[in-house]
T-cell receptor, first 112, second 113 residues
Framework: KQEVTQIPAALSVPEGENLVLNCSFTDSAIYNLQWFRQDPGKGLTSLLLIQSSQREQTSGRLNASLDKSSGRSTLYIAASQPGDSATYLCAVLRGGADGLTFGKGTHLIIQP | SQTIHQWPATLVQPVGSPLSLECTVEGTSNPNLYWYRQAAGRGLQLLFYSVGIGQISSEVPQNLSASRPQDRQFILSSKKLLLSDSGFYLC????????????FGEGSRLTVL
């Protein structure tokens, strides 16, 4: 059974810092890995999708990497801003139609 | 472009009452559809998924059920709610034949009293 772990569970940093969120998964036979952002009381917004054959994806100040063999992904946020405050969720799709397996998320606070 | 709508956004129901949450996707055909529940401290739990009209797969035993009466409509129901059914319910869709990227609705907050 696939398990996804996110470290740290919570993080608070001053504005402007670069930061890294970590995600690990137990079964390396994945189809893709997706990073989401969730604001309080809201649905999930897809940030980046990495296919199993890819090593990284970039969108603006966000960069996600994937090392499938070691079961790890990182989300790098450059020059953090207070608007980046949210919960960040990592999820992996193993290849069937039965959806993603999610980590419990990293709750990020960027202090102005 | 594709959009997903979920309603109602907020619901407060007494124990033993029925439930109906509805989800509709626009701008695509034959999506895979999902219902997830998010409870505090437990992360997202997959409840049901559907690969086509009338085709429902359940991931966990519960007093909830799902139906897909139309290609882009997914309904979550219960005949009698329990206190433990409280939570944040999220509908999602993907075109698995494409990248498999999953897109979520805005969620429905259910409080059972």
């Amino acid at each position: 059974k696939q398990e996804v772990t996110q470290i740290p569970a919570a993080l608070s940093v001053p504005e402007g810092e670069n930061l890294v969120l970590n995600c690990s998964f137990t079964d390396s036979a994945i189809y893709n890995l997706q990073w989401f952002r969730q604001d309080p009381g809201k649905g999930l917004t897809s940030l980046l999708l990495i296919q199993s054959s890819q090593r990284e994806q970039t969108s603006g100040r966000l960069n996600a990497s994937l090392d499938k063999s070691s079961g790890r992904s990182t989300l790098y946020i450059a020059a953090s801003q207070p608007g980046d405050s949210a919960t960040y969720l990592c999820a992996v799709l193993r290849g069937g139609a039965d959806g993603l397996t999610f980590g419990k998320g990293t709750h990020l606070i960027i202090q102005p | 472009s594709q959009t997903i709508h979920q309603w109602p956004a907020t619901l407060v129901q007494p124990v033993g009452s029925p439930l109906s949450l509805e989800c509709t996707v626009e701008g695509t055909s034959n999506p895979n559809l999902y219902w997830y529940r998010q409870a505090a401290g437990r992360g997202l739990q997959l409840l049901f998924y559907s690969v086509g009209i009338g085709q429902i797969s359940s991931e966990v035993p519960q007093n909830l059920s799902a139906s897909r009466p139309q290609d882009r409509q997914f309904i979550l129901s219960s005949k009698k709610l329990l206190l433990s059914d409280s939570g944040f319910y999220l509908c999602a869709w993907t075109l698995y034949t494409n990248t498999g990227e999953l897109f979520f609705g805005e969620g429905s907050r259910l409080t059972v009293l």
